[in-house]
């Protein structure tokens, strides 16, 4: 009965995605893990919060904090309850929930669907409505559900949609009972096409294994995510994992990206409506890295109240169109936005390419116009687009840029067509249209 609470939002024709009120647009916040593993604490915490707040991360938009595997004790207590480890956080989760709200922060929840988290922690199989009470407390309402040690086949005689498909029912339930929807975040990795099913339980899947801060993983993910960037939109979103700009030398394991292909991430991840959780050591990552993660007008496509669609490739570059490589992902990406047409190229070689394309390729501009192109890097207007856009990007680095209609060519162009099949000049002799 309590599934006539929710309400079924449609996205495009034939794809229906839940809208429980929550998660209409991509999460924005910090996750432990990244950057600490299992090896965090309270003080960490308020760390990472106090230095989001410092830096402009939380006027920016990042607002929740997950606390990754390993906050709990192992064992439950006599009645079943989760507890809190009192060395790591000695005066109480609750006390440190209160303590990030202060400064803009909600906690966030991470569980698994099995009897464990992936690192020994007390799972939530069976004890779905009574964790959501736990975290709930804990002053949480956004929940990273993971997919370690789950019970065998004999017992659940479920898919990977029916295993999840328990918490997201006992989410419902918990919502009828107190008005309080978690945000639900699977954490499935890609094993049996979320993509397909995630929509209908929750408000965002990942597709892949967990990132690693290597240029090769973050390529991965993003070949990957030029077949299946079409699941995104409104209350749905992929979820290419959690970001590693900052861990250059630092993090768990310590990274080894560029300056460039820190961009080159964060581009792709914003502009594919991911949910963008930093997940670096605030107090040590660069100032480069920093200003990276705080570029408003990428997150400001990303959190588009208005259009909710991502980018899609429409030129594979490298590589002939639709092959799937996983060092080479498309390189010519297009979208529509509430403030433009957005392009994101990208190098996916491993040294300096002149980079170049008609405008026309992408579905999104229309022929014979020309357009003002702003920089989403450089903050600045950068010029008029006529026909087509060249330039030279270095190793994995990238270009984001915003188009705008600025009207018809200029007449001097020639009447041949950036699109040029089938497309021919009326001549004068005929009689006019
Ligand atoms: C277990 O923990 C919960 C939540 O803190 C608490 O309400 C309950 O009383 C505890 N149970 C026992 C037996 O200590
Ligand atoms: C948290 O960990 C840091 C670094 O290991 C340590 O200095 C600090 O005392 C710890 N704080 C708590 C509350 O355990
Ligand atoms: C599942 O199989 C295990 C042994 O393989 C058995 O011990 C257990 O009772 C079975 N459970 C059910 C619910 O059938
Ligand atoms: C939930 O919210 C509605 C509307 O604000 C209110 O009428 C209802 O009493 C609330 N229910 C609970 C259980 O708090
Ligand atoms: C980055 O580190 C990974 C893992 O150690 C390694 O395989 C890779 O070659 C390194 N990349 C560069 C450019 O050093
Ligand atoms: C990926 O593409 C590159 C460039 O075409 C090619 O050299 C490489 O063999 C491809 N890798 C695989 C696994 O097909
Ligand atoms: C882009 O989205 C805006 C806002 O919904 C819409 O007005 C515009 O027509 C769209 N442009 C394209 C090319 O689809
Ligand atoms: C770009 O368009 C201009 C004007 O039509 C043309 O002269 C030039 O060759 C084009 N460049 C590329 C790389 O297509
Ligand atoms: C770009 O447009 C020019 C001029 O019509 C055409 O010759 C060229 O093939 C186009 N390039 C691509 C990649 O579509």
Same mark, same amino acid.
């Given at each position: ?37 299992? +090896?965090?604490? @309270? ?17 920016? &938009?990042?607002?929740?904090? =997950?606390? +990754? *595997? ?16 009192? *060395?790591?956080?000695? !005066? ?5 929930? #209160? !303590? ?12 698994d669907n099995g009897y464990q988290t992936c690192a020994g922690y007390p799972g939530s199989y069976g004890r779905e409505l009574q964790d959501l009470q736990t975290w709930h407390s804990w002053g949480m309402s956004y929940l990273k559900y993971d997919n370690c040690y789950i019970p065998a086949d004999n017992i659940t005689q479920e898919n990977m949609l029916g295993r999840f498909q328990r918490m997201s029912d006992a989410i419902a339930e918990f ?16 094993? %049996? ?15 892949? &294994? ?11 993910i993003m070949n990957e995510a030029s077949f299946l960037w079409w699941a995104s939109d409104f209350y749905g979103h992929n979820d290419m994992d959690m970001l590693e700009v900052g861990n250059n030398g630092i993090g768990t394991p310590p990274g080894n990206l560029t300056y460039e292909e820190e961009k080159s991430h964060f581009t792709a991840w914003a502009l594919l409506k991911s949910p963008l959780f930093i997940g670096t050591d605030l107090t ?56 433009? =047409? ?6 996916? %070689?491993?040294?300096? %390419? ?12 229309? @022929? ?10 450089? !903050?600045?207007?950068?010029? =008029?687009?006529?026909?087509? =856009? #060249? ?5 994995? &680095? ?7 209609? @600025? ?10 067509? &950036? ?9 004068? !002799?005929?009689?006019?249209?």
């Amino acid at each position: 009965m309590h599934r006539i609470f929710w309400t079924i939002f449609p996205i495009i024709p034939g794809v229906f995605s839940l809208n429980n009120g929550v998660g209409k647009l991509p999460a924005l916040g910090y996750d432990t893990f990244n950057a600490f593993g299992c +090896d965090y604490n @309270a003080s960490i915490v308020a760390a990472q919060v106090e230095t989001m707040q410092e830096l402009g991360l939380v006027k920016a &938009g990042y607002n929740t904090l =997950i606390l +990754d *595997d390993c906050y709990a004790l192992k064992e439950r207590n006599a009645t079943g309850h989760m507890v809190a480890d009192p *060395d790591k956080f000695p !005066h109480g989760i609750e006390a440190l929930s #209160s !303590h990030v709200n202060h400064h803009g922060v909600q906690l966030a929840a991470y569980g698994d669907n099995g009897y464990q988290t992936c690192a020994g922690y007390p799972g939530s199989y069976g004890r779905e409505l009574q964790d959501l009470q736990t975290w709930h407390s804990w002053g949480m309402s956004y929940l990273k559900y993971d997919n370690c040690y789950i019970p065998a086949d004999n017992i659940t005689q479920e898919n990977m949609l029916g295993r999840f498909q328990r918490m997201s029912d006992a989410i419902a339930e918990f919502a009828q009972n107190t008005n309080n929807t978690f945000h639900y975040s699977l954490c499935e990795w890609g094993w %049996q096409q979320p993509v397909i099913w995630g929509h209908r339980i929750a408000q965002s899947w990942r597709n892949n &294994g967990d990132i690693k801060p290597y240029w090769s993983a973050l390529a991965a993910i993003m070949n990957e995510a030029s077949f299946l960037w079409w699941a995104s939109d409104f209350y749905g979103h992929n979820d290419m994992d959690m970001l590693e700009v900052g861990n250059n030398g630092i993090g768990t394991p310590p990274g080894n990206l560029t300056y460039e292909e820190e961009k080159s991430h964060f581009t792709a991840w914003a502009l594919l409506k991911s949910p963008l959780f930093i997940g670096t050591d605030l107090t040590k990552a660069s100032k480069q890295s920093l200003d990276i993660l705080g570029n408003r007008d990428l997150i400001k496509i990303n959190q588009d109240p208005d259009v909710g669609e991502s980018i899609s490739p429409f030129r594979w570059g490298v590589n002939a169109d639709y092959t799937f490589n996983a060092t080479h992902p498309a390189e010519y990406w297009s979208g529509n936005t509430s403030y433009g =047409i957005v392009f994101m190229i990208l190098n996916s %070689q491993d040294t300096t %390419q002149e980079m170049s394309f008609n405008l026309t390729e992408s579905w999104a501009i229309r @022929a014979g116009r020309q357009y003002s192109v702003y920089d989403l890097w450089s !903050h600045e207007d950068v010029g =008029i687009a006529v026909r087509n =856009i #060249s330039m030279e990007l270095p190793a994995h &680095g990238v270009s984001a840029l915003l188009l705008n209609d @600025a009207g018809p060519e200029p007449e001097e162009y020639d009447a041949s067509c &950036g699109f040029f099949y089938q497309c021919s000049v009326r001549l004068t !002799h005929l009689s006019p249209i």
